[in-house]
């Protein structure tokens, strides 16, 4: 046995993830099924769904959708007929579109809440009576994103969504840790899944080297193994005393908060003055107050 199989005491436990069969979802589950914990799956993609349950062998793999919480109870219902334990929660499932919030209205939000908020509040209250029978402790890791610490123009209700998850499990943290369960968040930046690439169609921002560098501290988006390993990490042993905070696997984006790496000007929390001439005549400069 190795020294991360040592620590992490992975192998033999059980997670259920919702949204584990596409982009993120299947980095963690991969990732998870390595180190040897079992797992139980839902996905509204059937074939995505397919296609994991093809490659995990063991794992219970449901296609549905999480945001049903009589979905997510028979996913519960199914791990525990079969192991008999719950040791890990992951929720993954999440979605947007944009608009400006005038633009928006009361079904778009409903919709956001329920993809992004409130099939979290389900699954966790699955889990945790789960958890606590086994008497073993457990980790709840929510995934949620940058935006949820920043402003995020076009996309307010989501953003506040992902903002009250994080808020949630900062106090679901508290309420549980006598119990050993730890909840905790994984906030990345931009990761070019097939779903976000939809998403941001042609006008995608960081579609060039370039741009990332400029953006992003550490010069590049983010891969799919940069949010698994952080998952992994707080699934395990490893993050024993580790509950109430948020990873951020962003390459610095959340630190940098503004600044930019411009091309031979460096780092700047504004435009470079060439970069402003090219995109606003002076005249125009001039007569703003």
Known sequence: MGWFEERGRLDGTVAVITGGAGGLGSAIAADLAANGVRLAVIDIDA???????GS?????????????????????????DRWGRLDTLVNV??????????????????????????????????AIPRMRAGGRGGSIVNLTTIEAHRA??????????????EHFARTLAVELAPDGIRVNNVAPDYVPTPNLTRLARDNDPLATPA???IAIPMGRVGRVADVSNCVVFLASELSAFVTGTTLHPDGGASASAGWFNWPDTGWANHAPAHLLDHLIPAATRDDEP
């Open 152 to 165: 995020a123009p076009g996309y307010a209700v989501y953003a506040a969504a992902k903002a009250a998850v």
């Open 93 to 126: 499932v999440g979605g947007t579109f944009k608009a400006p919030f005038a633009d928006t209205a009361p079904k778009g939000w409903d919709a956001l809440l329920r993809a992004n908020l409130l099939h979290v509040l389900h699954a966790c209250s699955l």
């Open 56 to 80: 995990l062998g063991e794992a219970i793999v449901h296609h549905g959708d999480a945001r049903d919480p009589d979905a997510l109870a028979a996913l519960f219902t199914a791990a525990g």
């Open 211 to 213: 741009a990332a560098r």
């Open 47 to 53: 074939e995505a769904a397919d296609a994991l349950r």
